[in-house]
């Protein structure tokens, strides 16, 4: 099993482009989540899915999208890139709410 | 009171020495709890979950104090592997089932 799966590892982005981060589980897992980690500021919990077709806003979901198209897959989209939005980007799955986190390797995201 | 506090750190330890930290949340209602472990430039990674009665694993015990809201890591036997920063993980499972992550303790293992 390849666990959680991000792509891409790293981008750089211009201001006001526009860009899809994906994000895959082979684990079965009902749970997905994004989050965003700042230096000194932990994880961030940007959207979370607990099933199929369901989102819900974290923490910090402004500026973002999400889509959870099946069970394997949930998709974070900036539509409009911003300084502020430079950071790591972990996607993270688990079978239930009470269970552990497993954590994709990250995307580390530069808007110039 | 923020929803979990970690001592930021670093911790500066020299190898084979015990070092511990602890971790305090200010939700009552809170259920789970876990360690998790994290290399610098990598994902988090699972440590130990955290139950009631404490836990051990190898050099790592855990203890959870409901009484005074605080989760403690204890590494014994330090090794230079051992040098991360340890996020302590609350999962408040009320209404809104928040997993809420501390900012993590740096560990600095010293040879």
């Known amino acids: 099993n390849a666990g959680v799966t991000q792509t891409p590892k790293f981008q750089v982005l211009k201001t006001g482009q526009s860009m899809t981060l994906q994000c895959a589980q082979d684990m079965n897992h009902n749970s997905m989540y994004w989050y965003r980690q700042d230096p000194g500021m932990g994880l961030r919990l940007i959207y979370y899915?607990?099933?199929?077709?369901?989102?819900d806003k974290g923490e910090v979901p402004n500026g973002y999208n999400v889509s959870r198209l099946n069970k394997r897959e949930f998709s974070l989209r900036l539509e409009s890139a911003a300084p502020s939005q430079t950071s790591v980007y972990f996607c993270a799955s688990n079978g239930r709410r009470t269970d552990t986190q497993y954590f994709g390797p990250g995307t580390r995201l530069t808007v110039l | 009171r923020k929803e979990v506090e970690q001592d930021p750190g670093p911790f500066n330890v020299p190898e084979g020495a015990t070092v511990a930290f602890n971790c305090t949340y200010s939700?009552?209602?809170?259920?789970?709890f876990f360690w998790y472990r994290q290399d610098c430039r990598k994902e988090p990674k699972l440590l130990m979950s955290v139950y009631s009665s404490g836990n051990e694993d190898g050099r790592f015990t855990a203890q959870l104090n409901r009484a005074s809201q605080y989760i403690s890591l204890l590494i014994r036997d330090s090794k230079l592997s051992d040098s991360a920063t340890y996020l302590c993980?609350?999962?408040?499972?009320?209404?809104?089932?928040?997993?809420?992550f501390g900012k993590g303790t740096r560990l600095h293992i010293l040879p």
């Open positions: 899915s607990a099933s199929e077709g369901t989102t």
């Open positions: 939700n009552s209602a809170s259920q789970s």
């Open positions: 993980v609350v999962n408040m499972m009320n209404r809104d089932d928040k997993i809420i």
